[in-house]
């Protein structure tokens, strides 16, 4: 039962991971149309820039937390400033090509300087060591991941679906015209929703660099199933991408206890069978 217990903290924190990227995924995808497939290579940044801070600045996990979103994001504005508002009315594909291309380039910049070879960060002494619940051994910092994953997604969901500033981000991808009638600035709303979105990814790739080691491909790995979680879910649902995430994590955790050689690809037999059965997902509206 012990290992089994394992294999579900270890599904609940992919799931964390899982819920973060496709939340930012699924606001990028539903708020801009934008199918973004840089968004493992900006989850790696994140993951990249507070080691950056800890070794070359001095400055803890905790103002990490803070500062490698903002910075992240705010390189995923000049993103979308520069070339992502070009896109604008044309196909998915344009899109989706050009972050391919995106992803690739920072990608390779990264393991060029820094090899493939994992880098260490470690955990803040706040959160080290664990907890015994009696039937299992809890690490700390892993039970942080999963609450804190949680928060924010909620109040990322709370943000957009039940504010007047979610609204307004919401008119402005549906009727653009009728919206700057209102003397609101479009362009500028949307370049602040991509960097959301990217934020969240570089949120993820923080909290997930003492547990992953920082790693140049680590967002490789990722964005393949992470696609597949916004898929199920439905693109552009918010609270699809959350329950997805951390449910897709908790069934992959309970595979590898039940049937390990399933678990790399039960993820996508998933993904079959809910698009046969409900091609828009799970939460999904057609459109």
């Keep these: 039962m012990q290992a089994l217990y394992a294999q579900l903290l270890v599904g ?10 496709s939340l930012g995924l699924a606001v990028i995808f539903g708020m801009l149309n934008i ?35 903002i910075i992240v994001g705010i390189f995923g504005m000049i993103l979308e400033r520069t070339m992502l508002q070009w896109l604008t009315g044309l196909d998915h594909l344009y899109g989706l090509l050009l972050t391919f291309g995106i992803a690739l380039i920072v990608q390779g910049v990264f393991q060029n300087y820094f090899g493939s070879s994992g880098l260490p960060y470690s955990i803040p002494d706040q959160l080290k060591g664990g907890v015994n619940l009696g039937f299992m051994f809890l690490p700390i910092y892993r039970g942080w991941v999963v609450i804190f994953s949680l928060v924010v997604c909620i109040a990322t969901w709370f943000l957009i679906e039940k ?28 370049t602040l929703t991509y960097g959301l979105g990217v934020g969240l990814a570089a949120l993820a790739g923080v909290l997930s660099a003492p ?11 990722l964005i393949i199933v992470v696609f597949a979680v916004v898929v199920i879910g439905g693109m552009g649902s918010i609270m699809g991408s959350i329950i ?13 206890y039940f049937y390990p050689e399933a678990s790399n690809t039960v993820v996508f037999v998933l993904m079959v069978l809910v698009l046969l059965v409900k091609p828009t997902g799970l939460t999904g509206r057609a459109a």
């Design 163 to 190: 504010t007047r500033l979610g609204a307004y981000l919401r008119a402005a991808t549906e009727n653009p015209t009728l919206v700057r009638a209102f003397g609101i600035n479009v362009p500028r709303m949307i």
């Design 244 to 256: 997805t995430g951390f449910a897709l994590g908790v069934i992959e955790g309970l595979t590898k």
């Design 12 to 21: 609940l924190i992919n799931g964390s991971f899982y819920a973060l990227l």
């Design 211 to 221: 547990i992953n080691q920082v790693r140049p491909l680590m967002g490789a790995d």
């Design 35 to 69: 199918i973004n497939f840089a968004h493992g290579a900006l989850y790696m940044m994140g993951a990249f820039v507070a080691y950056f801070l800890l070794n070359l600045g001095g400055i803890s996990y905790w103002w990490a937390l803070l500062l490698a979103p």
